[in-house]
């Protein structure tokens, strides 16, 4: 069974910084795609905000460019968001997500984990 396990979220002020870390087990695809997604309070989730694969490719929506950056630790199932230049609007519920990799692209569902709550102040 895929399990995945968010933790790093917490409160800071706007300008400040925060690294998020997802470690996931039980997943026994050789190849993968890993992605952080947030949910605002009100809002419908959004994302993948950051995403990036086995094969070392990355991609992040135009809000979080420039200011996260997205990694991945293969040899340790972990996955981590580093978020610099923090607003609030970038307050959420931050989730990682596994999926397969297939020869050219993701497919499959996502599974999600529990999310870490980001709370940003002004």
């Known amino acids: 069974q895929v399990r995945l396990w968010e933790f790093g979220g917490g409160s800071v002020q706007s300008g400040g910084s925060l690294k998020l870390s997802c470690e996931f087990s039980g997943y026994t695809e050789a190849d993968y795609c890993v992605a952080w997604w947030r949910k605002s309070p009100g809002k419908e989730r959004e994302g993948p905000i950051a995403r990036t694969d086995t094969t070392g490719k990355i991609s992040y929506v135009d809000s979080v460019k420039g200011r996260f950056t997205i990694s991945l630790d293969s040899a340790k199932n972990t996955l981590y968001l580093q978020m610099n230049g923090l607003q609030p609007e970038d307050t959420a519920t931050y989730y990682c997500?596994?999926?397969?990799?297939?020869?050219?692209?993701?497919?499959?569902?996502?599974?999600w984990g529990p999310g870490t709550p980001v709370t940003v102040s002004s």
């Open positions: 997500a596994i999926k397969r990799r297939g020869p050219s692209a993701c497919t499959g569902p996502w599974t």
